[in-house]
């Protein structure tokens, strides 16, 4: 089976939010034209949130897809507001495919650990990438080395 991971910045713009969506959910679908049917996320707020709704939203349309949260830890929302955590467990987590723990607890790299996880188990990534530095470009660095393509959506909206 193909599949496709995520990875972008989680502080966006609502500027950017609103000239990602389109681009996101087009090119989700031209993935799912290609076969890709597994879509990884890591459960962050910002770029993989929009991405986990419209695999989600896609998933109305195309039954098959399914939507992968790679969490880094148990927990990892707990320092997020109330109202966010309880929407993103509401929206996201209720009707995710499958979610995995990387671990159990917080620990130094976790993070890293869950993007590699994601790109080892992928075919092409979709990243939002505008920062040179950060979570985000590790990924796509990673992504790179492992000769894993990488699509990145900032060159289309900028």
Not at 74 to 96: C, F, M, P, T
Not at 120 to 145: F, N
Request: contains cysteine; charged residues 25%.
């Amino acid at each position: 089976m193909k599949s496709c991971c995520f990875t972008g910045h989680r502080d966006l713009p609502r500027e950017a939010v609103n000239a990602i969506q389109g681009p996101l959910a087009r090119q989700i679908e031209a993935f799912i034209a290609e076969g890709i049917v597994h879509f990884y996320a890591g459960g962050a707020l910002g770029f993989d949130f929009l991405a986990e709704q419209a695999v989600l939203k896609a998933r109305e349309q195309y039954p098959q897809i399914r939507l992968i949260l790679a969490l880094p830890y148990k927990g990892h929302d707990q320092v997020w507001k109330e109202e966010i955590r309880s929407n993103y467990q509401r929206l996201i987590e209720k009707n995710a495919d499958e979610i995995l723990y990387i671990s159990d607890h917080y620990f130094r790299g976790c993070m890293q650990k869950r993007n590699r996880y994601m790109v080892d188990h992928s075919d092409v990534c979709l990243s939002y990438l505008v920062y040179p530095k950060g979570g985000t470009k590790y990924t796509v660095t990673y992504c790179q080395k492992k000769g894993i393509p990488v699509m990145n959506l900032a060159q289309f909206i900028l």
